[in-house]
Every structure is written in structure tokens, then in C-alpha cells.
């Protein structure tokens, strides 16, 4: 059975340091370098430095994993990852200050005054929740102290903004988001083409189950495998889409991970029942989140539905 230290041990937080240090580094270049329409803009930004580090593929890395997207081990790697994001951005930001200096305005902000993001969150009531794992073993005490005696280069640096259009053309889950569908279909200027979730297929290929007849069910069943009794009970809870799962538990993630998150996050809540919208909203309130970005149902019709009858394939008749 798989177990958080194990999960911890799967996960390359190394990496995932070294390219927050890299992605703060490149984004501080750019406030230098970028052009300005308004004078306004190019004095707030080059005054405070702010910088907006997102993800996307969060899903993915369940997935990858074995792991159900609201399974207790997948709510604390949840919160490991952008509490190593948040640490590794401020570490980079202070060894930047320590180079060139800590932007303008930092004197006098939360900062500077040793309240960190973590800080500010518990400060307005919301305490960590005592149901999550211990934190990654960071030095968070001597960070504090170099930012104390250095300062930061940036005065925001996390936001996990909406990552539509970069998520298909990477082939990534959409930032944070559990997936809506394992099938799609994607429009382009060549046509449109149906694509699935090359991480159910090579799963089911393992299994010997990604058969004609399985892939023509999971066009039947909108993208879902949740009625597939061919499919192991524990692939089936693992690809779960959004639609069958708890938006409690989706809600309850994203105030996890607001604690390390600075600036924003988008939140995009699904939901048929139109009766449960404001319990929902209410609940994200109560979290301290923001609020949320899109709400979402599913469509009466669906493109991808096969026809119950082929006819001809070499002249459509």
C-alpha cells in the first residue's frame, strides 16, 4: 500500500526546486527587459517587481502516481509541492536581493516584518488543518533570517492562473484542475480531432484492455471508465474525472495550497446541481479563498457519441 513517505520519495522535489530558482531568476530578467504601454506600469512594476509563478499538470502527476485526486496522500503531495514552490521562489527572490538589492518598496511590508504568506493566512483564522501530514523538511527559520538581513528582489511571486490553451498545446491537465473527460475533442486550423488521455491509454495498454471496443464505450460514456467493469476497481478510482468526485474535497485542496499562494489562484468549480451552488461558494468562502473562477456544467448533447449504425467507411454512405 502506498504510503506518504513513499509518495514523497516518487516525487522529484529537487527538481521542482531547481526550476521554481530558474523560472524567478528569468521572470525577474524580464521586468527589466519587458516594453511598457503606460508609464504607470513600467514605475509599479519596476517599484515592487512582482513575478506570477503558475503550474499546470497537477492531475497528471497523480495520475503518474497511482493516486485518486482527492486521496489523503494526493491532498499532502498537494501541499508539499507548493509549499516547495513558494520556499524555493523565496530563496531565489533573496539571493537576488542579495546581488542587486531588495525592491523598492520592500521596507515596511509584511516581509520585512518576517510575515510570510503562511503567516498572513493563519493571521486572518485560518489555522493549517491538523488532518494534513507534517510539512517538507525545510529550513524555513534560516530563510526567514536571510530574508531579514537581505530582503527580497520580488514582492509577489506565486499565482496559479488558468492554463487553458497552453495545457492542450502541451499536453498537460489544465493547471490544478482535476480532468473534466479522458476523450476530447481538439479543434484546430487542419480539423478536429479526437484525442484521449495518453495516460489512461498506456495504463489500459499494460492491462490489455485498450481494446475497439473499450474506446467506443468511452466515447458512449463522455470520457468516464467509472462503468467499465472490465477495469480494475482501483484504475477506475484513480481516473476519475471531476464530474465523479466530491467538489468539497477539490475546494478543500485549494485552500491547502493558498497558503503558499501570494497572489491568486483560480478555482473552477463543476457542478450540475444548481441547488448546490451557493453551499459550494459558501465553502470556498469559509476556506479564506478568493472566490471562484468559472463554474462549469456538463452540455445536454456530446460531439463525440458514435453513431449506433456504420455505414460505408469509404464513401460515409
Known amino acids: 500500500m502506498e504510503t506518504l513517505e513513499g509518495a514523497r520519495a516518487r516525487?522529484?522535489?529537487?527538481?521542482?526546486?531547481?526550476e521554481t530558482r530558474l523560472l524567478v531568476r528569468n521572470l525577474n530578467a524580464a521586468i527589466d527587459r519587458t516594453f511598457y504601454p503606460v508609464a504607470e506600469g513600467a514605475t509599479s512594476n519596476l517599484r515592487h517587481r512582482p513575478i506570477g509563478i503558475g503550474v499546470q499538470g497537477l492531475a497528471d502527476v497523480?495520475?503518474?502516481?497511482?493516486?485518486?485526486?482527492?486521496?489523503?496522500?494526493s491532498r499532502a503531495i498537494n501541499r508539499d509541492i507548493f509549499e516547495q514552490i513558494y520556499y524555493s521562489?523565496?530563496?531565489?527572490?533573496?539571493?537576488?536581493?542579495?546581488?542587486?538589492?531588495s525592491y523598492e518598496s520592500f521596507a515596511g511590508s509584511p516581509a520585512s516584518k518576517g510575515l510570510l504568506q503562511m503567516d498572513l493566512w493563519e493571521a486572518h483564522g485560518h489555522?493549517?488543518?491538523?488532518?494534513?501530514?507534517?510539512?517538507?523538511?525545510?529550513?524555513?527559520?534560516?530563510?526567514?533570517?536571510?530574508i531579514a538581513a537581505h530582503g527580497l528582489r520580488n514582492s509577489l511571486l506565486t499565482a496559479p492562473m488558468p492554463t487553458a490553451s497552453t495545457a492542450q498545446i502541451l499536453g498537460n491537465s489544465e493547471m490544478?484542475?482535476?480532468?473534466?473527460?479522458?476523450?476530447?475533442?481538439?479543434?484546430?486550423?487542419?480539423?478536429?480531432?479526437?484525442?484521449?488521455?495518453?495516460?489512461?491509454?498506456?495504463?489500459l495498454e499494460k492491462l490489455s484492455l485498450w481494446t475497439p471496443q473499450l474506446r467506443e464505450r468511452l466515447l458512449r460514456d463522455r470520457g468516464s471508465v467509472q462503468a467499465m467493469s472490465e477495469i480494475p476497481a482501483k484504475v477506475r478510482e484513480v481516473f476519475q474525472t471531476v464530474w465523479e468526485m466530491g467538489q468539497k474535497a477539490v475546494i478543500q485542496m485549494a485552500a491547502d495550497r493558498g497558503r503558499f499562494v501570494d497572489q491568486s489562484q483560480s478555482l473552477n468549480l463543476h457542478c450540475d446541481d444548481e441547488?448546490?451552488?451557493?453551499?459550494?461558494?459558501?465553502?470556498?468562502?469559509?476556506?479564506?479563498?478568493?472566490?471562484s473562477y468559472y463554474r462549469r456544467s456538463?452540455?445536454?448533447?456530446h460531439p463525440l457519441v458514435p453513431p449506433a449504425e456504420r455505414g460505408c467507411e469509404s464513401c460515409s454512405a
Open 11 to 18: 516525487f522529484n522535489f529537487e527538481g521542482l526546486a531547481r
Open 62 to 73: 497523480f495520475l503518474m502516481m497511482h493516486l485518486p485526486y482527492t486521496h489523503p496522500i
Open 89 to 101: 521562489a523565496l530563496e531565489e527572490s533573496n539571493a537576488l536581493a542579495k546581488e542587486r538589492g
Open 127 to 146: 489555522a493549517p488543518d491538523p488532518s494534513l501530514a507534517p510539512s517538507m523538511p525545510l529550513d524555513w527559520k534560516g530563510l526567514r533570517e536571510r
Open 176 to 203: 490544478t484542475e482535476p480532468h473534466v473527460s479522458h476523450v476530447f475533442l481538439k479543434k484546430t486550423l487542419s480539423g478536429e480531432f479526437v484525442e484521449c488521455n495518453p495516460l489512461l491509454i498506456k495504463r
Open 275 to 291: 441547488s448546490k451552488m451557493s453551499s459550494m461558494h459558501f465553502h470556498v468562502w469559509k476556506l479564506g479563498l478568493k472566490g
Open 298 to 301: 456538463r452540455p445536454a448533447a
